[in-house]
């Protein structure tokens, strides 16, 4: 912590600067990159007339964005409704204030490291800055004056807390493997050689490669990348933006730099939870194997390129998703998050508490993702059917037939399918159709 100390204010000015500098540049880069990614995927051309491999085009349409006419609703509240986007776009730049680039180095003649500042709990500061981001969306639904952007705005609040829970006992477990929150002492924590120990033995075999906690801490990072989808409101989770039901949610009557704000911190809040995946799971700035094992590659200068290359890898892994999976229902989303990860996630901590402190630690937490697995196809993921009576079921007081009326109908609640009640179609069902003649009339 006190190399971050040492640095003077023109050299947090060149970071800061810096900083801004690259995730400006880098969210430009994103958006053509999805574009043109997803094209492929779809076998579309994407992007290709405006600059060299149509790379103009994304920059077109941000100053596009800045110019056009801005227009706010007749009853809207003026200050919340132009105070809500510098909320989340505050936000979204402020958690990339702790995370690592590289380690330490030397920047005209001041010993730092490739990082604007660190805390000791860098990590739990993440997730407070992300939360601030939530108070931009419901207060963008609630000034607006719009029946859609509230309820877009409510959509939005509920899945980015629940999915927040989730994320954050995914980042527990690290803590506890760690033994710090601080995001350079946890990847630093990352470089030592990985061992299997032999249980109830001495006996400790090199791997050769890095102890990445993606490796012992499988089921955290599983945990993490799918709370990471849901708290960025990215397909298959874009629940409240779903243009079928709610418009454009919560950027309902947002239109012009406001607009803009929630675009460019959309796009940083998906390269921000890929940074954090990346500094807490991945490594972060070092290198992957086995260039490790190379002197040369581990000259700090060269982790922010290794770090970069680990969070577009991950941003890829965003528009994989938004270009192959259709999107959940909200129940089923819902459910997902309060009924399943937030249980694994507590029943795992648990398991690395008991082990991270012994000897065992690297053979124990190699077979906590096969208990874990074991124990959600037992117990977890099944929605019982409820049985229905035989007697009630013939007598036919809650089978009915879904396509009665020419349409499928889903069942209503007291209602069972005849498939399930062990019935087949009614008497109505089976009675031969009419024959008709070649004139027309029936026979």
């Not at 006992?169 to 710090?180: N, P, R």
């Not at 709610?246 to 940074?275: D, K, P, Q």
């Not at 005849?418 to 027309?440: F, N, W």
Request: aromatic share 14%.
């Amino acid at each position: 912590m006190n190399v971050f100390m040492n640095d003077p204010w023109w050299l947090v000015l060149i970071k800061v600067v810096g900083l801004f500098v690259i995730l400006l540049v880098w969210t430009i880069f994103n958006v053509w990159y999805e574009r043109r990614l997803v094209g492929k995927m779809q076998h579309r051309l994407g992007p290709i007339m405006n600059g060299p491999l149509g790379l103009g085009q994304a920059l077109g349409d941000g100053l596009k964005a800045l110019v056009k006419e801005d227009f706010r609703p007749k009853h809207a509240d003026k200050w919340i409704f132009n105070l809500a986007p510098i909320l989340t776009a505050v936000a979204a730049f402020t958690c990339w204030t702790v995370i690592p680039f590289g380690g330490q180095v030397t920047m005209f003649g001041v010993e730092t490291r490739l990082q604007l500042t660190d805390l000791p709990v860098a990590a739990v500061f993440i997730l407070a800055s992300a939360s601030i981001g939530i108070y931009g969306i419901v207060l963008a639904g609630w000034a607006g004056n719009s029946t859609y952007s509230f309820l877009g705005s409510i959509r939005s609040t509920a899945q980015m807390i629940s999915y927040e829970i989730s994320m954050g006992l995914s980042m527990v477990a690290v803590f506890l493997m760690a033994g710090s929150m601080s995001t350079s002492e946890i990847v630093e924590s990352q470089g030592n050689a990985l061992q299997l120990v032999v249980p109830f033995t001495n006996i400790e075999i090199p791997l050769g490669i890095q102890g990445w906690y993606f490796l012992l801490l499988i089921p955290s990072f599983i945990i993490y990348a799918i709370a990471m989808v849901g708290e960025t409101n990215r397909a298959p989770f874009d629940l409240p933006e779903c243009e079928s039901e709610l418009v454009s949610g919560y950027l309902t009557e947002y239109s012009g730099f406001r607009y803009a704000l929630y675009f460019l911190a959309e796009y940083i809040n998906m390269a921000t939870v890929s940074a954090v995946c990346t500094t807490l799971f991945l490594g972060g700035y070092l290198p992957f194997w086995p260039l490790n094992n190379i002197e040369f590659f581990n000259n700090p200068w060269f982790g922010p390129i290794f770090f970069m290359i680990k969070v577009q890898l991950l941003i890829s892994v965003f528009v994989w998703l938004r270009g192959t999976l259709p999107r959940l229902r909200y129940d089923q989303f819902m459910s997902l998050g309060w009924k399943a990860l937030i249980e694994i996630s507590l029943i795992w901590i648990i398991v690395v508490a008991l082990v991270a402190n012994t000897e065992f630690r690297n053979a124990t937490l190699g077979l906590g993702l096969a208990l874990l697995i074991v124990l959600w196809w037992m117990f977890g993921g099944k929605n019982p059917v409820a049985e229905v009576p035989e007697e009630r079921a013939i007598e036919g007081e809650e089978v009915y037939d879904p396509f009665a009326g020419g349409y499928p109908v889903p069942p209503m609640p007291g209602q069972v399918l005849p498939e399930l009640a062990g019935v087949v179609r009614g008497p109505a069902q089976e009675e031969p159709a009419a024959e008709v003649t070649a004139e027309g009339k029936e026979a």
